[in-house]
């Protein structure tokens, strides 16, 4: 999306498609009142205010409607908008869309109103980003802690932040540009003042792991020998026929995908058998396994109790020993000893798949969102590290009393990540990527 040619008036509906009370269009641009006079019956609208009237094409009646005009710069977009609030339903919306095209908007694209909210300098791209997170937030907790982004809390710390990193710069410049006038920064302010900064994105950062589960959840991969069980344990946990459960070792072929509601979304992953692959297909899946091993969060390793383990689960546990995993002994109906330290459980008679849950809602899904300061998302947290290790790096050096013209290269780089995060500087690429994941309307 080329930023030049966005200022034409766009529009879109703004409620999701279907039958329901109301419907809203959403108009943003120069020509959103010409556009509205030409089709709206009652021309002597009010900003703000709620104006009553039809929409109509010619002399054809199309909806009784509410009409609610904002004038720039006091709107969502910065800009006139119009939103329309029409009866709900299919087809009465998209007859009004289409007439507000034929008078003159565009159809607008994903995001692009909240992306007129920040080029027109309504938001900052902390605040757009979590007007997405309200949206796609998976659970209530979520949406209530993106919604402090939204009043600008992540905003108002990272400029403290980006004060703090100007004016040392400004003072190593100062010296640098007129050393006859301004005396250098001593190192001790230095070192101190950086040391102080870093802990401040620090802070920041400690709940970027929170964030990341709550927006995303977290991943468990069941993973064991063929046959153990563990496809019947993906379906138990899911209460679902999801998985192909047969006694032919090697029949999960694919690596299934399914999410879990233990507060926060949990992905289950079942893995092929993890074995030397007798077949091509199977070969791939195993494949599969291995990486999806690597990527997950957690893996539940399952053995056969009533056979115990054996070489090829020693293979499998050698292979998992440094992730974070727990030992599932499943089949423990066939079995009559048990020992206290094992997690036993059964896929077929259900038995203790319930503690399974809580065991994993203990282990992996403790998140307290009422702790987590700062909610970071992973490209703002990319930048957050970048401005920390651009400030080690002037840290080393002044401890080091390199010349401050050098430092000054490493503090520059750290007001350039942070202006990356809050969209002071960005590029065509950045935002696009970051507009692409919203909705039409939005
Ligand atoms: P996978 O290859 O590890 O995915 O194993 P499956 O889930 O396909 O199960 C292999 C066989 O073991 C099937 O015949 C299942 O019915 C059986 N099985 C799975 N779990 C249990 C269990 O807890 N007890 C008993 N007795 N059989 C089980």
């Given amino acids: 999306m080329n930023i030049l040619e966005e200022f034409d008036t766009i529009t879109a509906i703004s409620t999701p498609l279907g039958t329901g009370g109301v419907g809203i269009i959403r108009i943003s641009g120069d020509k959103a009142f010409d556009i509205i006079k030409k089709i709206f019956t009652n021309p002597n609208f009010e900003p703000r205010k709620f104006n009553h009237g039809r929409i109509t094409d010619g002399d054809k009646t199309i909806d009784e409607v509410i009409v609610l005009p904002f004038f720039a710069p006091n709107s969502y977009t910065g800009e006139n908008v119009v939103e329309i609030q029409c009866h709900g339903g299919i087809n009465v919306v998209k007859n009004i869309l289409e007439l507000v095209l034929k008078n003159g908007a565009r159809m607008a694209e994903k995001g692009e109103f909240t992306k007129r909210a920040f080029l ?101 991969a069941i993973a064991g020998k063929p046959n153990v069980g563990k496809s019947s344990l993906f379906n138990a946990l899911l209460n679902l026929e999801r998985a192909i459960v047969t006694d032919i070792a090697g029949t999960t072929r694919d690596v299934l ?62 292979l998992i020993k440094d992730k974070n995993h727990i030992i599932i002994a499943n089949k423990a109906d066939l079995i009559s000893n048990r020992n206290n330290q094992t997690v036993y459980i059964s896929a077929l008679t259900g038995e203790g798949i319930n503690d399974l849950k809580q065991t994993l809602t203990s282990k992996v899904c403790k998140v307290e969102p009422e702790s987590l300061e700062f909610v970071t998302n992973s490209r703002q947290q990319v ?39 809050t969209g002071e500087l960005i590029t065509d690429d950045i935002l696009d990527n970051i507009f692409e994941h919203f909705c039409i309307g939005k």
């Fill in 120 to 220: 027109n300098k309504r938001m900052d791209l902390s605040q757009a980003e979590a007007v997405a997170d309200i949206i796609h937030s998976k659970t209530s907790d979520f949406a209530k802690i993106s919604m402090k982004n939204l009043s600008g809390v992540l905003k108002d710390e990272i400029n403290k932040i980006r004060n703090d990193i100007f004016e040392v710069l400004s003072k190593i410049v100062a010296a640098i540009d007129f050393p006859e006038e301004v005396n250098e920064p001593e190192y001790k302010y230095l070192t101190e003042t950086f040391e102080k900064i870093i802990s401040k994105i620090n802070k920041v950062l400690a709940g970027a792991r929170t964030s990341n589960i709550m927006r995303q959840g977290i991943s468990v």
């Fill in 257 to 318: 995908r399914e999410t879990l509601d233990l507060g926060i979304p949990v992905t289950l992953i079942d893995t092929a058998g993890i074995h030397e692959g007798s077949n091509k297909v199977e070969e791939i899946g195993i494949e599969y396994s291995k990486q999806s091993l690597n990527e997950a969060d957690l893996i539940m390793f399952v053995y056969d109790a009533s056979q115990g383990i054996n070489e090829d689960d020693n293979a499998i546990l050698e």
């Fill in 383 to 421: 930048c957050l590290e970048r401005a920390k290790e651009a400030l080690n790096q002037a840290l080393i050096a002044s401890q080091i009393r390199e010349l401050q013209d050098l430092i000054s290269i490493d503090v520059k780089s750290a007001l350039l990540a942070l202006d990356e995060l």
